[in-house]
C-alpha cells in the first residue's frame, strides 16, 4: 500500500518562508504526477501545484511566482518551496501522487490522483 508522507507544515508570519516536503513510502510515479492541494475552513480542497514525471510544473494563479514545486529522484520526495507567504494561504495542505496523468487538463483535478497523504498545516498569521 501506498503512503504518503508529508513534513514541513508550522505556523509561520506572513512573509515567511516554509517548505513542504512529501515522500512516497516504496514507489516512485514514473508515469504519473506528484501535486499539491490545499484545504481552507469551510472551502473546497483546490489545486496549489503539480509536477509530472517529464518535470513539467504547473501553478495554480494565486501562487505564481511564490511557490516552487520541485523534486529529487535520488531521494524520491518532492518539494513545495512557499515563499512570501500570506494569510489566505492558511490550509491543510494535502501531498497527492498520480499513477498516470495523461494530458496537462488533469494535472490540477483531484480525481486524476489516486494517493493522497494526512496533510499537514500551515498557518500564516501574525
Known amino acids: 500500500q501506498v503512503q504518503l508522507v508529508e513534513s514541513g507544515g508550522g505556523l509561520v508570519q506572513p512573509g515567511d518562508s516554509l517548505r513542504l516536503s512529501c515522500a512516497p513510502s516504496g514507489r516512485t510515479f514514473s508515469n504519473g504526477a506528484m501535486g499539491w492541494f490545499r484545504q481552507a475552513p469551510g472551502k473546497e480542497r483546490e489545486f496549489v501545484s503539480a509536477?509530472?514525471?517529464?518535470?513539467?510544473?504547473y501553478y495554480e494563479d494565486s501562487i505564481k511566482g511564490r511557490f516552487t514545486i520541485s523534486r529529487d529522484n535520488a531521494k524520491n520526495t518532492v518539494y513545495l518551496q512557499m515563499n512570501s507567504l500570506e494569510p489566505d494561504d492558511t490550509a491543510v495542505y494535502y501531498c497527492?501522487?498520480?499513477?498516470?496523468?495523461?494530458?496537462?487538463?488533469?494535472?490540477?483535478?483531484?480525481?486524476?490522483?489516486?494517493?493522497w497523504g494526512q496533510g499537514t498545516q500551515v498557518t500564516v498569521s501574525s
Open positions: 509536477i509530472r514525471s517529464s518535470g513539467t510544473t
Open positions: 497527492a501522487a498520480a499513477d498516470t496523468i495523461r494530458w496537462s487538463y488533469q494535472v490540477d483535478r483531484k480525481s486524476a490522483y489516486n494517493y
